[in-house]
């Protein structure tokens, strides 16, 4: 850039790299200097938008997403984004624009992300369509099979609507598919049984406890898998005391 300080391309490409190292403020800079230099280079437009939202300023985020999908009508990325950045603005409130935009981001891929998958689902969830819902996770598998984070978030979703007998049998497969994810599992499915069934949640914590229990202590020692494991002890001792 010292040796060609016009060229908008470079300044497109450090202002990423400013963005990735949240040095947001240098990064809308460059791109201020990119539209002076350039108007036409309109990857310029999701960028910025990607900066704004990494500023958690959503008005500006959209105004710069609405420019990116004028100049690029077929963009996926940028209807996914402004169906996020809807979301924020609309309050967490689903009955918006950012469903629509959450389709239309799915529909210009051959195989849509798992990310973009999984916010699709996340606004049914807020709108309360369980036939929606359901729909849209069987979309998702097929694109993406049974991935571990995808059925995680099924099994989550058919405990909280009271189907905890479907979540579990979930659990299980997801136990049978990642033997090293033993204990997590269990401790997901105890957490869910302490709503609906206290026996089942008991055995649940049983489990979780002999699953620990086998982990090699190298992998005990962990920081994330010894934390979780302090967490799930806390919450048993938190229920024990307040247990008649």
Known sequence: IES???DP????????LLRLHNQLDHALSDLSKVAKLDPSLHDRH???AKVEIARENWGAAKTAL???LRAQSKSSEGYYLRSMVE???GGGNPDGPCLRDARLAIDLQDKPSLE????HIQILILKGNKDAVESAFSSAKDSHGELPALQAVHAQWLAKTGNPEKAAVIYSGLRAATPTLTFHWWVEEASMWRD???AKAKSAERQAMAAWE????IIRARPAMHGKHQRFIQSISSIQQESP
């Open 9 to 16: 391309a470079l300044l497109l490409e450090r202002a990423n």
């Open 4 to 6: 060609a300080p016009g």
């Open 116 to 119: 973009y998958h999984l916010h």
């Open 46 to 48: 999701i960028l910025r």
């Open 196 to 198: 609906h069934n206290h």
């Open 66 to 68: 609405n420019a990116s």
């Open 214 to 217: 086998s982990l090699p202590e």
């Open 87 to 89: 979301l924020q603005l």
